[in-house]
């Protein structure tokens, strides 16, 4: 069993923070977390954090809107009850694809947007009743923080670097204990 | 900032690049001019190079509106991102005059009946007794005449005083101190919101009055918009071309790999713009089904078919699959690839539109003429684009939201 220290480096801006997390990720030591009132651009890259597959998500879902507008369509229009609009009667669906591409066109942007917003709501657990994670509320205000779970040695490394890139403060919140992964 | 490399020189390469295509480009127009006849009509005047020099005129001069119309946006906006690349885009603008200035003189030609692009120009359209008498054209030639000249003009005047202002306050505020250029910039923005107002209108209006009386009996709604989202994705690919190329030659290390990117994005939407207004266009008028609506899209459909779906294609389905992901808006050689297919794909739009109006069914498909035309003023384009370019710093020196696009990054 790892035994890991929780360490909140806080900063008062964005620019010191993001150098230590530069010399943090040099030396080697994993960066957990990173709160921050705004959006810092530029930021993933720097601790570590992969690209993000919504976009991946928001082609399938964007697929599958197309597929079940063209399925409904076809159904309706074609297959259960054919009709004769404007002189144009439904007997194939190429046939009248014109009639047919406005709702296809909904359909994909609607279900990619609600399927994209539900997946980032749900992957950051940010349901009805979920608690806050923030560690220390003054980082939706005006301070930065950098979260790290390290070992004890780890942990003196970090404390210096913390400091000596203009960290305000240090603070140790306890120890974690770990199940090793077999 | 890299201070090397600031002003630059036009590549000898490009240059005799250019002059190349500007001479096979003329030599093919003069061909075009002395072999384009159809003895056994007697209404064919050369049409179809009229038609040709007309489209290049037309597509070339649209680019440095919409760049032009760009650089103003950025202006009313208040957007920073862009100031790096404002040099480039100020550039492509000043194609303007040239461009305006050959549409002026097939304008002059055609009403001295040089050619026949615009029927109702003809003599006598509106005279019962004439034999040329067209009553649907002689209902509507209140709109055409000598209002249509006063508009023509008007539209010329506007855009090359604004563009010429917007670029003149640019360089000045180069001149002098940091705290003095501020107010040439605050001039630049209350131009430009004005700007924005006078295009809003005569983008459209010039859209009718220029391509849609091509076919004076038809008319849409959707053409001022349609024509407009052809020039803004045609700008947008020329500036991004630029950026990259002038970066390969080692130019513009201060141009940050994000502002690349929200070009490349800028292309991808945009061409969709243009993709949902000829879409809407062509749909309402294929539901609606009237007659005289319908006119227009039947002759696409005889003689243009194949032409009609290359432009759908290229423009619409090409962008959405090559320019979707991140990656390949980030690859500057896959941009430059993209952009000069959907570059292609614009003018053969413009073909497209111009083509059925005036040439009609004797189409006969895409050939030397249109490619020779389009070399000549794509080679004209770049000698005048290029040359501007020669003749400022590319970095702009003092600019409220310098900083914010020098850091770029998304």
């Known amino acids: 069993m790892a035994t890991k220290q929780i360490i909140h480096g806080i900063y008062s801006d964005e620019v010191p923070l ?17 709160y921050s009132p705004f959006p810092i651009h530029g930021i993933d890259p720097i601790i570590g954090v992969p690209r993000t597959r919504l976009a991946i998500c928001a082609f399938i879902y964007g697929i599958t809107g197309l597929s079940l507008a063209t399925l409904m369509m076809w159904y309706m229009m074609i297959s259960d009850w054919p009709n004769d609009i404007g002189g144009k009667p439904n007997w194939a669906y190429y046939f009248n694809i014109p009639a047919f591409i406005p709702i296809t066109f909904e359909a994909t942007v609607f279900c990619a947007a609600h399927g994209m917003a539900l997946t980032y ?7 009805p009743g979920a608690r806050p994670k923030n560690p220390d509320p003054r980082t939706t205000d005006d301070k930065f923080m950098i979260y790290l779970e390290l070992n004890d040695e780890q942990s003196k490394k970090a404390d210096e670097i913390l ?19 077999y | 900032m890299n201070t090397d490399k600031l002003n630059f020189v036009v590549p000898s390469k490009a240059k005799m690049a250019s002059f190349i295509m500007m001479g096979i480009g003329l030599v093919s127009i003069i061909c075009m001019f002395m072999f384009d006849k159809q003895p056994d009509d007697h209404h064919y005047h050369q049409t179809r190079a009229w038609a040709n020099v007309f489209t290049g005129s037309f597509f070339f001069m649209a680019i440095a509106l919409g760049a032009s119309f760009f650089l103003g946006l950025q202006y009313a906006a208040e957007a920073g991102w862009a100031t790096s ?5 100020e550039a492509v603008t000043w194609y303007l005059p040239v461009g305006l200035s050959f549409l002026l003189l097939l304008f002059i030609l055609g009403q001295f009946h040089a050619h026949t692009i615009y029927p109702w120009m003809a003599e006598g359209v509106a005279d019962k007794a004439s034999p040329n008498y067209d009553a649907v054209i002689a209902g509507k030639i209140g709109y055409f005449g000598v209002f249509w000249w006063i508009r ?12 010429w202002k917007l670029r ?10 940091l705290e003095e250029s501020k107010g040439f910039h605050w001039k630049n923005v209350k131009l430009s919101a004005w700007f924005m107002v006078v295009f809003a209108v005569t983008s459209s209006t010039s859209a009718w009055d220029w391509i849609m009386s091509i076919d004076t009996h038809w008319f849409s709604t959707m053409m001022g918009w349609y024509i407009f989202s052809g020039m803004w994705v045609s700008a947008m690919i020329t500036i991004t071309v630029l950026i990259v190329w002038l970066k390969k030659l080692g130019y513009m290390e201060f141009v940050t790999e994000s502002t690349v990117h929200d070009m490349g994005k800028w292309m991808f939407a945009i061409s969709f713009l243009w993709t949902y207004l000829y879409f809407s266009q062509f749909m309402l008028i294929w539901y609606a089904d009237i007659p005289e609506e319908v006119t227009y899209f039947q002759t696409r459909w005889e003689s243009y078919k194949a032409l009609m779906w290359t432009v759908l294609f290229v423009n619409f389905a090409f962008p959405m699959i090559m320019l979707m992901s991140r990656d390949s808006k980030r690859n500057f050689f896959f941009l430059m690839f993209v952009g000069t297919i959907i570059f292609i794909g614009h003018y053969l739009d413009i073909i497209m539109v111009v083509m059925p109006g005036t040439v009609g069914h004797h189409w006969t498909g895409l050939g030397w003429m249109e490619l020779g035309t389009f070399l000549f003023f794509l080679g004209l384009f770049i000698y005048v684009v290029l040359n501007n370019l020669s003749k400022r710093p590319l970095a702009v ?6 900083s914010e696009s020098l850091h770029h990054s998304i």
């Not at chain 1, 993001?18 to 990173?34: F, Q, T």
């Not at chain 2, 003149?168 to 101190?177: G, I, P, R």
């Not at chain 2, 020196?397 to 310098?402: D, M, S, V």
């Open chain 1, 18 to 34: 993001l150098e230590g997390c530069k010399s943090l990720r040099a030396s080697g030591i994993r960066v957990k977390e990173v």
């Open chain 1, 121 to 127: 709501l749900l992957r950051c657990m940010l349901v």
């Open chain 1, 163 to 181: 400091r000596s890139t203009g960290a305000e403060e240090v603070n140790y919140k306890g120890t974690i204990h770990i199940e090793p992964a």
């Open chain 2, 85 to 89: 690349i404002k040099r480039i885009i």
């Open chain 2, 152 to 163: 023509t003009l008007l539209y010329m005047t506007a855009w090359v005083m604004f563009t």
């Open chain 2, 168 to 177: 003149k306050n640019s360089l000045d505020a180069d001149k002098v101190s």
């Open chain 2, 397 to 402: 020196k003092n600019h409220p939201f310098l």
